[in-house]
């Protein structure tokens, strides 16, 4: 393991857990990665809120950071009427939440995509008077129109990209499905705005598709939630901006590099949420490529790297992968190294040695299988194959009750009828709420840290 810091840039550490002998033959090796960062302006996971937010930068600094709020303002906002007034109430609390300095903007979305406020094509800088602006402003969104995500995007880079930060991000809330434009309009705006910024996505009520929102957040890494009742907007934007008020460095990369031979099977997030990260390389010199990380605060995240090594005889080792974290100069030098590890390769004879698994890489791999599960189990349902469903379904009530992930194992359980988690027998529900259904899809992707 090792450190590297700077002034006002978080110390990032990487501990690498894997078992690193392979019987005579073995080629593949597994590591969890373990990055945290503290310090260097994080808050220590506390949330920035009233005299917290002025204290917490330095005298005479103003944060490097920009939001836009994108607020869905279509005709299905209307019903029932209360829904655009907590949307509208949600908004505000986010305003209020962000730190004095703080670059922001509000768009109105529907078929097109509003400036609401401050408009001109620019940010507003947070302070007493344009938060009041911004809420005054917000008093006059009603719903009327379409859903065009991709549109409202696209302004969003816009708007951030005229400014001179690291940190920008972007909170979406949508309550339909993006029906006034095409699926591949909303992929290739994802695909123009992947890099620029980070955005969390969420969906309100239940006439949303999982499917659009999960893929906002996962190709712009954000977080997507649901937030089935309305009246509990407020409270989750009011988290979302304090998250996004604790990010203090942008664009950090997952740099792997491989000896001659080594063959990277696959790379992905692994905690707090199952994200694939191996479609995502870019090449970064000789053997070595760059997987996108986003924004870091005070936090700590778990990777998992699979690679292929050359067959090798007893007693031989090699380095199977470096892996370090970069955070690029944003005026074109030489990226910095904040931290490295190492994956190592060593064949034994010993078979105790070499067929152990490291409780890191079994636990993680069951979390992935889990949420790869739930995703078979429910679109299974949805297509009538109800045995299917209940088969994959029930393997994810004992992946869920084996691993410890109690929040998910409670999901699971409104949608089967659990008869022996251990063993993974289950029934389908007759009936199941859509709400129930929805925030087990939407949050299967969440995993519980391994036991150390």
């Known amino acids: 393991m090792a450190n590297f810091s700077k002034s006002n840039v978080p110390q990032f550490s990487v501990e690498v857990y894997q078992n690193e002998f392979l019987p005579e033959g073995g080629r593949e090796v597994n590591g969890i ?5 503290t310090g260097g302006g994080t808050t220590g996971g506390v949330p920035l809120t009233g005299a917290a937010q002025a204290s917490s930068h330095l005298p005479g600094q ?6 836009v709020i994108m607020v869905d303002c279509s005709g299905s906002m209307d019903y029932p009427p209360t829904k655009m007034r907590n949307a509208r109430d949600a908004t505000s609390a986010a305003i209020d939440t962000l730190r004095d300095g703080t670059s922001f903007a509000v768009i109105g979305g529907t078929h097109i995509a509003k400036e609401v406020y401050p408009g001109g094509g620019r940010l507003a800088t947070a302070g007493p008077q344009t938060r009041a602006q911004a809420k005054e402003a917000l008093r006059r969104l009603s719903a009327g129109g379409g859903t065009a995500i991709g549109t409202w995007l696209r302004l969003a ?22 029906e006034h434009e095409a699926p591949e309009d909303l992929r290739a705006a994802l695909d123009a705005c992947a890099g620029r910024f980070t955005c969390d996505a969420r969906g309100v009520g239940t006439d949303w598709e999982v499917k659009e929102v999960t893929a906002i957040a996962s190709a712009l890494l954000g977080t997507a939630d649901i937030v089935a009742d309305p009246a509990g907007l407020a409270a989750d934007f009011t988290q979302m901006m304090e998250n996004a008020m604790g990010k203090e460095v942008a664009d950090v990369a997952l740099r792997l590099w491989t000896p001659v031979g080594v063959e990277i099977k696959f790379v992905k997030q692994v905690a707090p949420t199952v994200a694939e990260l191996t479609d995502r390389r870019t090449e970064a010199g000789p053997r070595a490529g760059d997987y996108p990380t986003g924004s870091w605060g005070d936090e700590s995240r778990d990777y998992h790297v699979c690679v292929q090594v050359p067959e090798a005889g007893i007693g031989q080792e090699m380095l199977a992968a470096r892996v370090s974290l970069i955070l690029p100069d944003p005026s074109g030098g030489a990226p910095q190294t904040l931290s490295q590890g190492l994956v190592r390769a060593v064949w034994t004879d010993d078979m105790v040695a070499s067929t152990s698994i490291n409780p890191q890489v079994a636990h993680y791999t069951g979390q992935a299988e889990l949420a790869q599960v739930i995703q078979q189990g429910l679109d299974a349902r949805k297509s009538g194959d109800f045995d299917g469903a209940t088969a994959k379904l029930g393997r994810a009530v004992q992946l869920a009750s084996a691993s410890g992930n109690a929040d998910t194992a409670k999901l699971l359980s409104k949608v089967v009828d659990v008869v022996d988690a251990a063993t993974g027998t289950v029934r389908l529900k007759a009936k199941v709420a859509e709400a129930d259904e929805m925030t087990l899809e939407t949050r299967s992707t969440k995993t519980v840290r391994v036991k150390k």
């Open 33 to 37: 990665i373990t990055v945290t960062s």
């Open 62 to 67: 103003a944060p490097n950071a920009a939001v």
């Open 157 to 178: 880079d816009r708007l951030l990209g005229a400014t001179e930060v690291s940190i920008r991000h972007g909170i979406l809330l949508t309550d339909g499905r993006n």
